[in-house]
């Protein structure tokens, strides 16, 4: 029966997935995220339902067009499989289904959805910077919305999360300024303080940690594996390695607690 909620919840987020995909594609774009219809870039064609599976359409079309066979990026299965195990580690971090008294169970539940869809909100910073080279302000804007919710709910913000958040911020900010822009962007910033403030004290410090470990890690593979999109000059948007930090960093929490305090 387990595997069934695991499934059922895996394509939940895959679907949600397939969505986020179109709000990337389509923001700053002047198409509709709601009215206009999928279509192929190339050949222009409506697509139809079959075309829309999320992850299964691009492994049956073996990532090509059906239409016209140009070829289809892979960031569409990748976010929507993303998107899933998402929705898959949230569900298993609070595991909603496990309490039998009917308030715990909703409670559980809200706050899981909650969780999803402010991490969806930064799979869309991350990718929409990965792509682009841009932290999205309304992106930013609607996790922010997400990340006050906690703050009113279950854990009041003191006076240490506020003064640690806003001094990540301030090196974040420092160093878009020191370097011109070079090593950090001004939108990197501006994502630092929400999803600071969003994890609190002490998390916030070890989501800067982790963002730094996972870029410098990733600084190290594309200096390995140098090739023609990467070059050792071209910048890495920090953005996506900052959202994976936070999630990381979030996800393990109730891991460092035990262990540290
Ligand atoms: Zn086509």
Redesign the pocket.
Known sequence: MEIIVLIFIFVFGAIVGSFLNVVILRKNTGESIIWDSSH?F??G?NLKPRDLVPIFSFVFSRGR?R??G?KISWQYPAVEALTGVLALGVYLKYLPLQYSTFDMAVWAWLMSLFYFAAFSALLLVAVYDYKRKIIDTHFIIIFSVCAVVPWIFWHQPNLSDFVSSFLIAAFFYLMWRLSDGRWMGRGDANLALPLALFLGWPLNIMMLLASFWLGGIAGIFLLLFKNSKFGLKSEIPFGPFLALGAVIVWYASSFFESFFW
């Open positions: 192929c190339s050949c064609k067009c239409y016209c140009s």
